[in-house]
């Protein structure tokens, strides 16, 4: 049987499909419809040191193939998380990822320590660690914070050092498309000893309601996903991972076994599964199945074979 | 999958589709329906309509891309049913009045069928459709064409209120119950990405707590429901 077991910034994955943050939840939605196990691994809703409400209005909006989301970072705030929801993760038995957002520099590096903290009293107890944190600089639906550290290489650099300082877990950075240099981004991450990349976020997008004369978001501009961005993210993974030397995970529109040979023959290390759980709600369940059955059909015997082949 | 029985048009546009198969389900509770592929990107929330042994169906009115796939569908044919979702009308206490306006009316037949003793009230904007359902199976319903159904209706005269329908009129209803003694309950709607509580896409706030209509609605006490966000569906 082809094996899809993998290491990901020193950490053993089952295989290397995760589910991406803001998709899945803290799993708890998922783990009624089938076994998480079969998962590489979990990325959290994301989640910065206060509570947050999200946004007003509409908050989901379908497109040609796509879906543009204004959610808001809406999150229970990391002690919350901590107390309520953690647990209940650890037993799930995949990879934990924690998406951390945050308002400042100082929100980021305090969320940072208290998850570091949690992480190593938990191992400490014998019990399952947090096993990486995903620093996320590029959320396009929140004022402050989000995305304005994902543009600009310099703000950029601020907050990843101080999330590094501020955690000895495995890091990933994830990146927006908004960036303005992309490839200076993502060696900049690199440089500031993050472990691993993750792109592309949602891309930054609008729907208007001709009828009320507004946008259809309150916050006026909101954040595409789905199939349709699939080609824009490829070209970046591609980008990235041939300027780096740390993995890249690829994340956009991936929806089969053929989206993410494409994107590992792209260059990426693993990838993330996000919109496509709202299409099929158990594609976390099969997706493993039919990469290995794809795999087989095309003489496949290792991911290793054909990454970054192109 | 699933497998379809009937499909049929009852009225310009509305349809009622019937499936195979032993299900359970809550009054007010939805399904996640499906008969396509990867486009359009999201499944469609519909409310149970009935059960019988054997069946289930949905009342369904053509509104755009997906409602229209799911009118092609012959008997025959298979689609996608995730459900039962989401938390339904309450067991109601006491005089119980059942209020539907136009495609509200959907999740309505399961609650008649349940609540024999109930009063059910049926309005319409223009012509009545999917009422002979209801007629056949309660003895005290109540159908209206023209006007607002709140005006047929006396909150003070009921413990309990069961009610879906457009926004207009479920504020209209919460605003009329107000200081009778009558609890209110409505099914609202919201745009849905997951179904399931995955993706926060679908809040209301509610007392000033945001709710997710798809886990804890989408049944709701009127209490502090705020409109606004309804309205930007
Ligand atoms: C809990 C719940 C129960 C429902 N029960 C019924 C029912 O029993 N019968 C019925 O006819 N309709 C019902 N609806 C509304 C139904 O979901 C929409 O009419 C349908 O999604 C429209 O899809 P479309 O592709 O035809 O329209 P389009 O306008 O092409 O849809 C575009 C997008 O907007 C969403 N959307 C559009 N209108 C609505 C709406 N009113 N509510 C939520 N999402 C919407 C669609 O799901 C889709 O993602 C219910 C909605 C909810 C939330
Ligand atoms: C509803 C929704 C919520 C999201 N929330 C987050 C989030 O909290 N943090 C984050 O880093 N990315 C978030 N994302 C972005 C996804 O993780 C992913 O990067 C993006 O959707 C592209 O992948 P996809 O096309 O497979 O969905 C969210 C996406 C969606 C659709
Ligand atoms: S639709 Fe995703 S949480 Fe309700």
């Not at chain 1, 290397?16 to 998922?30: E, H, N, Q, V």
């Not at chain 1, 208007?208 to 006026?220: M, P």
Request: glycine share 12%; net charge negative.
């Amino acid at each position: 049987m082809i094996s899809l077991a993998c290491e990901l910034a020193g950490v053993q994955l089952s295989n290397p499909i995760l589910m991406a943050s803001g998709t899945f939840g803290f799993g708890k939605p998922y783990a009624a419809l089938y076994p998480l196990d079969k998962l590489g691994g979990i990325v959290t809703k994301g989640l910065t040191l206060q509570a947050r409400p999200g946004n007003t209005g509409t908050r989901v909006f379908e497109t040609d193939s796509g879906l543009i989301n204004s959610i808001g970072l809406e999150n229970p705030g990391i002690p919350t998380f901590l107390e309520r929801e953690w647990e209940e993760m650890m037993q799930y038995g995949t990879a934990i990822i924690v998406n951390l957002g945050g308002g400042s520099i100082r929100e980021y590096a305090e969320g940072a320590m208290l998850i570091t903290e949690a992480s190593r009293e938990s191992k400490k107890n014998g019990r399952r660690a947090v096993d990486m944190i995903e620093l996320n600089i590029s959320c396009p639906n929140v004022k402050e914070g989000g995305l304005q550290y994902g543009v600009d290489t310099d703000r950029a650099r601020e907050v990843v050092r101080a999330v590094r300082m501020a955690t000895d877990l495995p890091l990933l950075v994830k990146l927006s498309p908004s960036a303005r240099d992309l490839t200076e981004m993502a060696r900049m991450c690199e440089a500031e000893g993050a472990d691993g990349l993750s792109l592309i976020n949602t891309i930054q997008a609008m729907a208007i309601d001709i009828r009320k004369k507004r946008s259809v978001f309150d916050g006026l501009y909101a954040g595409l996903s789905g199939p349709a961005i699939k080609p824009i993210a490829l070209r970046m993974v591609h980008q990235v991972s041939h300027a780096v030397d740390i993995p890249v995970i690829g994340i956009g529109g991936i929806a089969s076994a053929e989206d993410i040979l494409e994107f590992i023959m792209a260059g990426a290390a693993a990838v993330q599964i996000g919109t496509y759980n709202f299409m099929r709600l158990r594609a976390g369940a099969a997706l493993e199945d039919e990469l290995r059955e794809l795999m087989a059909q095309e003489g496949i015997r290792s991911l290793d074979e054909i990454r970054g082949i192109i | 999958m699933a497998n379809v029985l009937v499909n049929n048009k009852l009225a310009p546009d509305i349809y009622q589709l019937t499936v195979e198969g032993e299900y359970h389900a809550s009054m007010g509770q939805f399904y996640m329906l499906r008969c396509w592929g990867a486009f359009p990107v999201l499944s469609r929330p519909i409310s149970v309509h009935d059960i019988n042994e054997g069946t289930i169906s949905f009342l369904y009115r053509v509104s755009g891309t997906g409602t229209r796939l799911l009118s092609q569908l012959k008997p025959g044919n298979q689609l996608q049913l995730e459900g039962p979702l989401g938390r339904g009308f309450p067991e109601p206490e006491g005089r119980t009045a059942i209020i539907g306006g136009g495609m509200g009316i959907a999740p309505l037949l399961l609650a008649a069928r349940r609540l024999p003793d109930s009063r059910v009230f049926l309005g319409f904007a223009g012509d009545p459709f999917a009422v002979s359902a209801f007629h056949a199976i309660h003895a005290d319903v109540h159908v209206v064409s023209g006007g607002t159904i709140a005006d047929y209706v006396e909150p003070s005269e009921y413990d309990t209120i069961l009610a879906c329908g457009p926004v207009p009129l479920m504020e209209l209803l919460a605003h009329r119950t107000k200081g009778t003694g009558a609890k209110l309950f409505f099914s609202v709607e919201k745009r849905m990405a997951c179904g399931i509580g995955a993706c926060s896409g679908c809040t209301v706030r509610i007392d000033g707590v945001n709710r997710r209509v798809c886990v804890e609605g989408p049944v709701f006490s009127a209490g502090e429901v705020d409109f606004h966000d309804l309205l930007s569906l």
